[in-house]
């Protein structure tokens, strides 16, 4: 009967727990300008990715790439 109890009351919490990054994700708004920021950061002259796209690119056409970038995550996160 404890060991039930017990079970119930950890499968409460992770829900909860859950529950509340989910909200907390919902609420989350990503900008363009923290996406040109977090491009900022890659290193320049690095081989492309899965995407074939080289960071030296990314850094060129980060202005260009924010907003499509924006929407795409925006979606993700709405969808999640």
């Known amino acids: 009967m404890y060991l039930k109890i017990k079970t119930c009351h950890i ?3 992770l829900l909860e727990i859950t529950i509340n990054q989910r909200n907390k994700l919902e609420t989350t708004e990503i ?4 996406i040109v920021k977090a491009i900022d950061e890659f290193k320049p002259n690095k081989s492309p990715g899965i995407d074939n ?3 030296t690119y990314a850094l060129e056409t980060k202005e260009i ?3 499509p970038l924006r929407l795409l995550f925006s979606k993700s996160i709405q969808l999640s």
């Not at 900008?31 to 923290?34: H, K, P, S, V």
């Open 31 to 34: 900008t363009e300008e923290e």
């Open 53 to 55: 796209i080289t960071s």
């Open 11 to 13: 499968e409460t919490k």
């Open 65 to 67: 790439l924010a907003k």
